[in-house]
């Protein structure tokens, strides 16, 4: 039988290295270093994604002057004790047969001055569109000094015994600016033709191959903005990229997507089609002689990867968030397993959502990432003794809990209070576009059954079953359920809302579940500030309802910030013709219309609606807790039946839980 991805398991040679596959594992911030160095959270991180069979490894962005540190766990830059400590992480990834790549990067005037506390530099002092900041205008002395921070911070990755580095032009940073006539109005030999706008990447370019070697790899990344008129479009990248290979001065060339312009494009969330820098990727697939091209941006899956690659758009792929979902994906797709593959969600909460708040990075359907040197990667030791386990519910939490005892080799036993698996994490895949959620629960059915977990659906588990089986570990993941009271923290004195019973108020729970039936006009209050009440509302305005939507915070999809994906929900939102009240909350339901109150100014104003759906906090589940351990029983409570909580903390729970088993 044909292999199903020929073309991305095909080898490919580059500047004398041979790759054994199409896949690269690209460049991103996963902020790991512990005062500026690489520690064994790093590199259990990227060994793991060697291990799993990535053809080319590119370390997270290595800033090359003091003008660029963006964020806490950047590396050390401008200092040759770095080298040592990268010894450790190209070897990691290399005994696994992978190629080593470094980023090394500069961000020009888009810096930060609550992490740099220095001056952004740029080549015309334009401003800053990652903080509020101007920038500095480098003078022709601070320009060949971070030329030569380019320069020095490639040989320290040559000298640590990675194979290569990829010198960082994208999403407007640093080497995109001198290209870009926006940012540079320079009149000397830096700026005004393209000839002059394209020296500072030459010099960068000729002078890290000549500090390194011929047989070292040089790679560049770029980016597609289509969306900004000041942004360079895909013709003058391609005559920009032409330029560079016709005199050979790059290996490789990945593209991207978004900028700081637009930064939700970068990583581009579920609400934006898959494979993004596809084409760019194959416009300069039509002007390239020498250099390799690799699509990046929103290549979730090998099936993405073989299509992009089968139509020629590419010669490599990079696949990110894909493989922190899954570190084995590539070997999974070689041994004819695609379908064991831990599918991405494209939800960026706890990859770029961790980092937006600085923290190191992880992965909400894998709680291994960032963890691998402490849980063994994303693999599983044997128990030392087999046991009799009892999971009671089938949402994330117990689902993962059943899935890695079973991994260990414990006989494990699923009870599921209702006729299918997944809890309220089944309900959010219902909301548009989250179907990748469903996607993950199906993958869990797999896993249950390869594993032989006894699944028991429409089992609710009362102290006497749970007693009854006998189990030598009884793990509960009860889950939680909506107060259905209409309490608002916003009012803490008052436990229901004035008016609830009224009627004709349900939880977004009973909505999305299709338990209720809301009317033509819906007033939906949502506390939560993230897709539980936000996607709701999208799903409610979809499917033709008026929807207005109140929250006391000062935006809609406050929480979704973090994730990079408030924008384009808006977006949405507002095309649906969503009403957006915010600063506000519910001083009374009257069971046709609302009492709203501004927390601005306290006025107040009625809103006509047939229908309250409220997205406010959860309560535990854990009455068949509190029973079992009355009656002298010891169990251990993970997920929302423990604290209700998001899916990535049930999910750690479950992982976390079965390891200690």
């Not at 909460?349 to 992965?363: A, K």
């Amino acid at each position: 039988m044909a292999p199903r991805f020929p073309k991305m398991l095909s080898p490919v040679t580059l500047r004398g290295h041979t790759l054994r596959n199409r896949v690269v594992f690209g460049a991103h911030t996963a902020n790991m270093a512990e005062d500026g160095l690489p520690g064994p959270r790093h590199i259990g991180y990227y060994e793991e994604r060697a291990r799993g069979g990535a053809a080319m490894i590119v370390v997270e962005p290595m800033p090359v002057h003091g003008a660029t540190i963006l964020t806490r766990g950047n590396f050390r830059h401008s200092d040759d004790s770095v080298v040592p400590h990268f010894a450790k992480v190209a070897a990691a990834i290399k005994r696994h047969g992978a190629v080593a790549i470094q980023q090394l990067y500069h961000v020009g005037s888009h810096g930060d001055s609550d992490l740099s506390f220095h001056a952004h530099w740029s080549p015309s002092g334009m401003p800053s569109y990652h903080d509020t900041d101007g920038s500095h205008a480098m003078s022709e002395a601070e320009i060949e000094e971070t030329i030569d921070g380019f320069v020095q911070a490639a040989r320290r990755c040559k000298e640590a015994g990675f194979d290569g580095v990829e010198v960082w032009a994208a999403y407007h940073g640093l080497l995109d600016q001198f290209w870009t006539p926006w940012s540079n109005r320079r009149d000397d030999r830096w700026g005004g033709s393209l000839e002059n706008r394209m020296r500072f990447s030459r010099e960068v370019l000729t002078r890290v191959r000549a500090i390194c070697g011929e047989d070292f790899i040089v790679g560049l990344a770029i980016n597609d903005e289509p969306d900004v008129s000041v942004a360079l479009q895909k013709r003058d990248l391609a005559e920009i990229i032409r330029r560079l290979d016709d005199e050979k001065l790059m290996d490789y060339v990945t593209c991207g997507s978004g900028s700081y312009f637009d930064f939700y494009k970068i990583i581009p969330t579920f609400q934006y089609p898959e494979k993004l820098g596809a084409d760019l990727a194959a416009q300069l697939k039509g002007v390239v002689k020498n250099a390799l091209v690799t699509a990046e941006s929103h290549i979730r899956t090998p099936d993405n990867a073989e299509t992009v690659l089968g139509e020629g758009a590419a010669d490599l792929v990079s696949i990110v968030r894909g493989q922190i979902a899954d570190p084995h994906l590539v070997n999974k797709a070689a041994e004819g397993r695609p379908e064991d593959i831990r599918g991405c969600l494209s939800c960026n909460q706890m990859c770029w959502g961790r980092r937006s708040r600085d923290y190191w990075i992880s992965c909400v359907i894998n709680p291994s990432a960032g963890r691998e040197f402490e849980w063994g990667g994303d693999r599983f030791t044997p128990a030392a003794r087999p046991r009799r386990v009892l999971v009671v519910g089938g949402g994330p939490a117990g689902l993962e809990a059943a899935r890695a005892a079973a991994e260990r080799g414990h006989r494990v036993i699923l009870a599921e209070a209702s006729e299918r698996l997944g809890g309220n994490f089944r309900l959010a895949g219902l909301q548009p576009r989250r179907a990748q959620i469903l996607d993950l629960i199906a993958w869990y059915e797999r896993q249950l059954e390869k594993l032989q977990v006894e699944v028991r659906l429409n089992t609710y588990m009362e102290p006497d079953d749970v007693m009854a089986v006998e189990a030598d570990a009884v793990i509960l993941a009860t889950g939680s359920l909506p107060p259905d009271t209409g309490f608002q923290k916003a009012f803490p004195d008052i436990d229901t809302m004035p008016g609830w019973e009224k009627g004709n108020a349900f939880s977004i729970e009973a909505v999305m579940a299709r338990q209720a039936r809301p009317g033509k006009r819906v007033l939906l209050l949502d506390e939560s500030g993230g897709w539980r009440g936000c996607g709701t509302a999208w799903k409610l305005a979809e499917d033709g309802h008026e929807v207005t939507l109140v929250t006391p915070d000062p935006m809609i999809g406050r929480n979704l910030q973090h994730p990079a994906a408030d924008g384009p929900l808006r977006k949405t939102l507002a095309t649906l013709g969503v009403r957006f009240v915010v600063e506000s909350s519910i001083l009374e339901w009257h069971g046709d219309g609302a009492t709203v109150i501004s927390h601005l100014d306290g006025s107040r104003s009625r809103i006509d609606a047939d229908t309250l759906v409220t997205a406010t906090t959860n309560v535990a589940v854990d009455d068949l807790a509190r029973a079992l351990r009355a009656n002298g029983m010891s169990v251990t409570e993970i997920g929302d039946g423990a604290a209700p909580r998001q899916a990535p903390y049930a999910i750690y729970d479950g992982r976390r839980v079965a390891l200690e088993l």
